[in-house]
């Protein structure tokens, strides 16, 4: 079974544009969260998706926003970047809600440089 | 709100010895626990999870980890390091709210001398 797969893996941006990154989950996993890792603030929990539907939230401006298609497949933007942004950004899905939430299985991340 | 605290940022232990990681919750009822860990350049990898039942839990590569809830904490234990153990570990706490999102620790290094 295919794992967590993550593009692009590595790029590069000027302060001002905006990226797209995109997730493909484990087949059969319809929950798809998005963490945010930085070695000042560590993993920080963007939000998460289920079944289309954003069900969290983390406390993200709205500059970071994010989408789920019918496919379970996700793709989150940032406009507008600044440097802070850069970080690994990293996807992560799960088999189910509840507790199993926070059973995830993470891709290997993308990492966004902002110049 | 839930929270987390690794209050060692680097561990460093020869290859052999036995590891323990530390890692302490706040959390006003029964809690999730998860240990993950990250090799460079990888995303991260559960190690073990406690969600109910006995509290000394087992995972993989021969780790395991014990729920104590008078010093809320969820240690992580190892009793023979290999050199292909060193990587960052995150000790993550969930159940808050009822989302369950889990809250990340900031991460403790693991070095391991030969």
């Known amino acids: 079974k295919a794992g967590v797969t993550q593009t692009p893996r590595y790029l590069i941006k000027t302060r001002g544009q905006q990226v797209t990154l995109s997730c493909s989950p484990i087949?059969?996993?319809?929950?798809v969260s998005w963490y945010q890792q930085t070695p000042g603030q560590g993993l920080q929990f963007l939000f998460e998706?289920?079944?289309?539907?954003?069900?969290n939230k983390g406390n993200f401006p709205g500059r970071f926003s994010g989408r789920q298609f019918s496919n379970s497949r996700s793709e989150m933007n940032v406009s507008t970047l600044e440097l802070g942004d850069s970080a690994l950004y990293l996807c992560?899905?799960?088999?189910?809600?509840?507790?199993?939430?926070?059973?995830?299985?993470f891709g290997e991340g993308s990492r966004l440089t902002v110049l | 709100a839930q929270s987390v605290t690794q209050p060692d940022i680097h561990i460093t232990v020869s290859e052999g010895a036995s590891l323990e990681l530390r890692c302490n919750y706040s959390y006003g009822a029964t809690p999730y626990l998860f240990w993950y860990v990250q090799s460079p350049g990888q995303g991260l990898q559960l190690l073990l999870k406690?969600?109910?039942?006995?509290?000394l839990v087992q995972g993989i590569k021969g780790f395991e980890a014990e729920f104590k809830r008078s010093q809320s904490s969820f240690n992580l234990r190892k009793p023979s390091v290999h050199w292909s153990d060193a990587a960052e570990y995150f000790c993550a706490v969930a159940g808050s709210g009822g989302s369950y999102i889990p809250t990340f620790g900031r991460g403790t290094s693991l070095i391991v001398h030969p």
């Open positions: 998706y289920f079944s289309e539907t954003q069900r």
């Open positions: 992560a899905s799960s088999l189910e809600g509840g507790v199993r939430l926070g059973v995830l299985f």
């Open positions: 406690y969600f109910s039942g006995d509290t």
């Open positions: 087949s059969g996993h319809r929950s």
